[in-house]
């Protein structure tokens, strides 16, 4: 499996409000009960989301984002990187040097992760064959 190397830094906290306010629409798309909060990892290169991951549509929750939704791991634990189409478009809140990592646990308490720390993300395999 392709891995992204990044640093942990801070997020802006929009991910936590969505995650728990569209807690079955990401169960059904996951198969996971996605810990409302992400980590956010900045990157050397850019990084674009490969053309056939999950979407969760914004018609889906009667919303006007699309999430895009990439399987990978992190510590060995089953896990997502979620980006809005604006932010792979270039055009959202985040550059493409930014990607949101969520599962189902606070990644932050749980590997006692600080802004600055280096971690490796694994894209899984269909998704990284793009």
């Known amino acids: 499996m392709p891995t992204i190397r ?5 997020g802006m906290g929009n991910f936590s409000i969505w995650i728990e306010k569209l807690r079955d629409h990401y169960l059904r798309k996951t198969g996971m009960l996605l810990f409302p909060g992400t980590l956010n990892l900045q990157l050397e290169q850019p990084w674009f989301v490969p053309p056939n991951c999950l979407h969760l549509e914004g018609a889906e929750y009667g919303g006007t984002v699309t999430v895009n939704i990439v399987p990978c791991s992190i510590f060995g634990r089953p896990a997502f990187i979620l980006r809005t189409a604006a932010n792979e ?5 985040h550059p493409r040097t930014i990607i949101e990592i969520a599962t189902d646990v606070k990644l932050r308490d749980s590997y ?8 490796e993300v694994e894209i899984a395999g269909e998704a990284a064959s793009s």
């Open 89 to 93: 478009e270039g055009r959202g809140h």
């Open 112 to 119: 006692q992760l600080q802004d600055g720390d280096s971690v």
């Open 6 to 10: 990044g640093t942990v830094v801070s």
